[in-house]
Every structure is written in structure tokens, then in C-alpha cells.
């Protein structure tokens, strides 16, 4: 049998964007934090949208469709320079400042290099919408809505945008991928630029000759929590690495072949897990739905494995940080604000102990991470620098018998709508895509509901689906 042809994307423009305006903080070195500089061998953060052309047209109209492109197109550059006025560093590049004699060097943003935010136009009118939404697996296709599916890591911000915006057009839709610089941001100012973004192209208030517009949540940038709080853990803001050569840096792993499929969780299905989760610990409420969700899911994915009873297998939780700083930090502070923690043991005490017993467990892990724990974490990378690969430094995180856990139900995915109604559907690109990693994103429906992006070998995504504990929860 012949093999079907893969449909195959069309450059038609790309463009870079600079700050609408000259902005004097961004004059100053950008520095980043200890962990910042640490994923600088991991990939960026790769989320889109994708939206219907004018429901209340025919789908075949070719020209309503350039039109509605055409216009989409013009809005976003003029707002995206905008926008940048606010997030300046992303309209910069990486540079890299040597000290020979001490054989290190630091990393920094200067946000007045190079040609500024990469904004891409495409066309991949053999796809439609239900190409998309239908199937099975996310298509292979998806991936190129991205940087026109080039592969990258966070240390090439050097040379290349740290923001790039693509518009996909298809044959009766548009999808807006968006891949940002992990060292930059993470998942939460990532949606604060979209949603940001997203303001600002349905706003007319433009005021006065440079174009300012008051704007609802402006990015805080004076802030560095690992410099500015408990004076006796006060971290540095310069952060000097050994001195590496870019090739030790650029690490683009191989990870073989994957499935990548969603899973929906309704509000129902996820209200019953909890109540299961809470009923098998006595406990009241206590575990949270994402606790007892996450404890289905490395349970499901190690029988899907069918690993060793007496290997070890671990689970990854990759959590913000903002909310654990006393007192919190607001979502509006600009940088990547993350941290993590890991459950370890053997694959026979996790399938032989019940939900509960692994939700609360995960739950421990989950709320030991307080503001000590994390400073001490930055006090640690400061001391030691380290850059993480996935395939070397990030061993303790990915592996054959690791689930990775990260996104967020919480993120608010579907508000931004750039003139086009709600978004049907969120997607990712090939970003952090390796065997066992788990990406949260809420339901189109919202009320609590929840998708989940599960990538794994296709024997295991196999297993997985013929998993009839796992897929009674699965809608």
C-alpha cells in the first residue's frame, strides 16, 4: 500500500517587528536568573490557537479567506509593536560576555539586538479544521504551524527571535502558533503576552503620536525575588557559568518516534476522581483534581509500560513559583518563575497501593515547595552552575520509566480571540516533546474541565488506550 502523502506548508511572508517606540529601560542589560540560564539547552515554549474564518460563510470562499487573513495579518504586526513597547526583552537577542581569565562568562538580553519579534506567514490549504480537531493523534502537520517546524533550543535566542508569531492559513480556518524563549518566560508570561496581545488588537484607544495604550496588566519588571527578598539568601543578579562553547550548549536530542494524543477530562469525570482520591486517603477534600488526575496518569502510563515490578519510576511535577513566595508574586511578573519536584518508587508499590495513597503522596512533594525551598534551589544553581539537555542534564526529569507533568488547567488558553471568535482548539508544536511528558491545558467548555496532551512510544499509547481504568475517566 502506498503511503499517504503528509500535506506541506507554503511561505508566503515573514517580517520582524521592533517596539512601536523607543523604550528607555530597554537601554539596560536584561539579566536572567539562575534557572533561566539553566534551560538554555531545553526547548522553547510552543503553544497556538486555532480559530474558524466567518462561520457565516462557505468555507471554499477563497477570497473571504484572504480578506479575513489579509487584515489579521496587518492588525497583528501593528499590535505585536505595541505590545512589545511593554515586553521589550522579547524583541532582543542573547548575548554571551566572556571573562577568559576566569574561564566564564554570563548570559544577558540585549533588548536592542538584532531585527527585533519574527512574525510568519503561511499557507496549508490542504488542511481543514476537522483535519485538526478529528484525529485521532495530533497530526504530524501541527508541528510546522510552529517556526515553520524548525527545531531550536533556547541558547539559539543568540540568533533568533525570542518571540516568532506564525499564521497559519488553512483551507477553512487560521491557526496562530506562538513560540517563545523558555529561558525567558514561562507558562504564565507567555499567556500574559497572548492575552496581552490579544488587548491591544481590539482596542481603537490608541492616545497621542506613539500610539501608548493604557493596558489592563502591564509586565512588572523591577522585581527579582532570588535578589530582593530574605537578605541572608540573597542570590546575585549576575550569574556567571563556566565558560561553554555554543555546540555544548545546542543539544537537539533525538527522541524516536511518538504518539501524541489529547485526552479531555470533563468537570464530571474530574469531580469523581477527586471524590475517589479523597474517599480512599479519609481525607476532606484535601487532594485537588490536578493531585488525583496526576496520580491516574503515572499509574496508567506505567501499566502501559509494563515495567519491572522492582524498578524504580518517577514523576515529575513542574509547578509555577509565583504563588509560593510570601507574599505571592503577581502573575505580572515578567520571567520565568517555575520550579519542580519529583516522587520516586518502585513500580510495585505504585500499582499496588490505591489512587489516594499516590495522590497524596504527590501532594506532599507538591506543597513542600515553599519560598525557602525554592531560594535554596536558586542558592544551588548560583554555586553551581548548570545547563540542562534532555538527553544528559535533564536525566533526573526524563527517562524511560519517568512521567514529566507540566502546563496548567488554570491558564485561561481560550480568552485571547484576535478578532476571531473563541478558539476551537489548542495545539502544541515539537517543543519538550519526549516520551512520557504530560501537558495541561483547560477544556475548550472550561468549568474545571481539562485536556491533556500525553506523549509516549506507540506500544505505550496503545496500552494506554486499551487501559479501561484510565479511559472510564476520559471523555
Not at 91 to 120: S, W
Not at 426 to 446: I, L, S
Request: a negative charge.
Amino acid at each position: 500500500m502506498a503511503q499517504q502523502k503528509q500535506p506541506s506548508i507554503k511561505l508566503i511572508s515573514e517580517c520582524f517587528v521592533k517596539p512601536k517606540h523607543e523604550v528607555e529601560a530597554s537601554k539596560q542589560p536584561y539579566h536572567l536568573s539562575p534557572p533561566e540560564i539553566g534551560m538554555m539547552s531545553i526547548d522553547p515554549i510552543q503553544k497556538g490557537l486555532l480559530f474558524a474564518i466567518n462561520n457565516n460563510t462557505p468555507s471554499n470562499d477563497a477570497n473571504d479567506r484572504v480578506n479575513v487573513i489579509s487584515s489579521l495579518l496587518d492588525k497583528l504586526k501593528h499590535s505585536l509593536s505595541i505590545a512589545l513597547v511593554h515586553f521589550y526583552p522579547l524583541a532582543g537577542r542573547f548575548v554571551t560576555e566572556k571573562y577568559p581569565e576566569e574561564h566564564a562568562c554570563i548570559i544577558y538580553i540585549d533588548c536592542n539586538k538584532g531585527p527585533g519579534a519574527r512574525l510568519i506567514h503561511v499557507t496549508a490549504l490542504e488542511v481543514t479544521i476537522s483535519d485538526i480537531v478529528s484525529s485521532t493523534d495530533v497530526p504530524p502537520i501541527v508541528r510546522s504551524f510552529f517556526e515553520l517546524g524548525d527545531i531550536m533550543v533556547n541558547h539559539d535566542g543568540h540568533t533568533r527571535a525570542l518571540l516568532s508569531i506564525q499564521v497559519t492559513e488553512l483551507l477553512d480556518g487560521v491557526f496562530i502558533g506562538f513560540t517563545m524563549n523558555h529561558s525567558v518566560v514561562d507558562g504564565t508570561s507567555f499567556l500574559h503576552f497572548i492575552s496581552l496581545l490579544s488587548e491591544i488588537f481590539g482596542s481603537q484607544e490608541y492616545i497621542g503620536q506613539k500610539n501608548t495604550l493604557k493596558i489592563s496588566r502591564p509586565p512588572i519588571f523591577n522585581l527579582k525575588p532570588w535578589v530582593s527578598h530574605d537578605p541572608e539568601n540573597m542570590v546575585p543578579e549576575v550569574i556567571k557559568l563556566p565558560h561553554l562553547e555554543p555546540k555544548e550548549f545546542v543539544v537537539y536530542a533525538d527522541q524516536g518516534p511518538l504518539r501524541e494524543r489529547i485526552f479531555h477530562f470533563s468537570p464530571t469525570s474530574l469531580a469523581n476522581l477527586k471524590a475517589k482520591a479523597n474517599q480512599e486517603c479519609e481525607t476532606n477534600n484535601v487532594i485537588s483534581s490536578f493531585q488525583a488526575l496526576s496520580a491516574l496518569v503515572w499509574r496508567s502510563i506505567t501499566r502501559a509500560r509494563n515495567l519491572p515490578l522492582d524498578q524504580p519510576t518517577t514523576c515529575s511535577v513542574l509547578i509555577g513559583a509565583r504563588s509560593r513566595f510570601e507574599p505571592p508574586l503577581s502573575d505580572e511578573y515578567f520571567g520565568n518563575y517555575i520550579s519542580g519536584t519529583q516522587w520516586i518508587c518502585i513500580v510495585e508499590e505504585l500499582l499496588g497501593h490505591n489512587l489516594g495513597w499516590v495522590a497524596m503522596n504527590l501532594r506532599k512533594e507538591i506543597m513542600a515547595q515553599d519560598e525557602k525551598t525554592i531560594l535554596g534551589m536558586y542558592q544551588f544553581f548560583t554555586k553551581s552552575p548548570v545547563v540542562f539537555t534532555p538527553g544528559d542534564g535533564g536525566k533526573e526529569f526524563h527517562g524511560p520509566n519517568k512521567v514529566v507533568i507540566g502546563g496548567s488547567a488554570r491558564f485561561d488558553m481560550y480568552g485571547p480571540e484576535f478578532g476571531l471568535g473563541r478558539a476551537l482548539a489548542v495545539r502544541m508544536g515539537y517543543a519538550n516533546k519526549v516520551d512520557g511528558k504530560v501537558t495541561a491545558n483547560p477544556g475548550r467548555e472550561g468549568k474545571g474541565s481539562v485536556d491533556l496532551e500525553i506523549c509516549l512510544r506507540p506500544q505505550f499509547m496503545s496500552a494506554l488506550e486499551a487501559d479501561m481504568d484510565f479511559m472510564s475517566y476520559v471523555s
